[in-house]
């Protein structure tokens, strides 16, 4: 159902979702781009509440929204999107509830992030989790959404096919994995360790820490270090590259094993 | 030498260097941030004309610029900066030539990248080579500056260690390739081709081509075709995560073979 109007009630509302309040009181969240959209539509189409588009936006997309869209100009949709060069779709949709501890993740090894605090990151690495063929994600509490707009941006949607678990801090969610049975526990640690392309047991049963930009990752007593080993000697790698050095070392050992 | 005052020509100047207009006509760009400035005083010191920072900016840096530095308050410096959450100090410098043909890379392999148009993507690959321990970065012509100043930002300076070199595309990038000897030609596609894992000549005397989100790369006739394996089956990477997979699979034969 197309309407040409976007009521000032549901203008109000999308512009309050690009803030961390106006999600967290409404339960609601903004999917912007067209991939992102394909895959909420794809994964999670019951979340979606309506759509706001404009004729390029629809084009681009595709395939048919079966919600109310609300057809706006490029003019005006510009003034509800979150970037400068917008993709002519966004969706409002329902934020899905993390997993619980009712959710026994399936795969050999659990990535969790502590820290991470750039929606940017946050997004990519979900993104990358997921063409990894993983599905779940641990983090710590800090300043990052998942679900904020630029990290649905950057991840295009991958968030909504992920179980997304967060915790207190790094030792709550080492506890929690110990008692679903991932009992080792590897830090990346930029000054030493064993190295991610050898450790034998990185994978198995195992919860492997990325750490934030700004402070890496927490220490915690008789964690296992592991380095990702860097000839440049350059400072340390984006918490994003990181993420994906060991996502695809996961994939390159399961190839292998096939 | 510490001026409180940044005359109204230094002001316009960096005003103008957030544009690709106002580097290409004064061949200056803007480096931003503690690392990034960190990484052009200890690279190139001689490139910097002067810089700008707060008292807080000054105190991250915690070393001395040897230049004309611009003391501003942070409501002033805010003005100028590229960021929103700025850390306070900029420099404006020369930007450096690119590299020529008589800069005969000494890596076993080329990374190249071909339609990569995101500043940030640009940006994340220089500083991933360089921690990779390589120093050669080719690319095609497209709207991407490595100098702009969202690039340096994402590299957090890396491009000033790097040699860097343009082609107006990826065929005149092979044929220059090839003249040096690099003569394997591996193009990154998401449908097909050989794994990145086991390819055995990825790395010998070889080209690996990543192309930009919007389009792929360029497929050339006789081009060996190279995939990232990827079990998600989510449609593709981030250019800057599928450059990360390639480097970090290079240093991970390299470590095995020392």
Same mark, same amino acid.
């Given at each position: 159902m197309k309407t040409p109007e976007l009521s000032r009630r549901n203008t109000a509302l999308i512009r309050s979702l690009h803030t961390r309040h106006g999600r967290k009181k409404s339960g609601l969240c903004l999917c912007e781009g067209v991939r992102a959209v394909t895959e909420l539509c794809t994964?999670?189409?019951?979340?979606?509440?309506f759509a706001v588009a404009t004729e390029r936006g629809l084009a681009a997309l595709g395939r048919e929204l079966l919600c109310e869209v609300n057809l706006l100009s490029e003019a005006t949709f510009d003034e509800l999107s979150?970037?400068?060069?917008? =993709?002519?779709v966004l969706a409002v949709a329902e934020t899905p509830p993390e997993a619980g501890s009712?959710?026994?993740? =399936?795969?050999p090894f659990l990535l969790a992030l502590d820290g991470v605090g750039d929606p940017g990151n946050f997004g990519t690495i979900c993104r990358t989790l997921r063409a990894a063929g993983l599905e779940t994600l641990w983090y710590t509490r800090g300043s990052i959404d998942p679900f904020g707009d630029k990290a649905i941006r950057a991840g295009m949607g991958a968030q909504f096919a992920l179980k997304l678990r967060s915790f207190a801090d790094l030792g709550a969610l080492r506890e929690a994995a110990a008692e679903l049975g991932f009992r080792r526990f590897y830090v990346t640690d930029p000054h030493g360790g064993e190295s991610c392309f050898t450790?034998?047991?990185?994978?198995?049963?195992s919860v492997v820490v990325i750490g934030g930009e700004a402070n890496g990752a927490t220490m915690l007593a008789d964690a296992e270090h592991v380095i990702i080993p860097m000839?440049?000697?350059?400072e340390s790698l984006n918490a994003a590259q990181a993420a994906t050095v060991f996502l695809f070392e996961y994939v390159r050992r399961s190839e292998g094993a096939r």
């Open positions: 994964l999670r189409p019951e979340l979606i509440r979150g970037t400068v060069h917008s =993709q002519g009712a959710d026994v993740p =399936q795969e450790a034998p047991g990185l994978f198995d049963h000839p440049g000697k350059f």
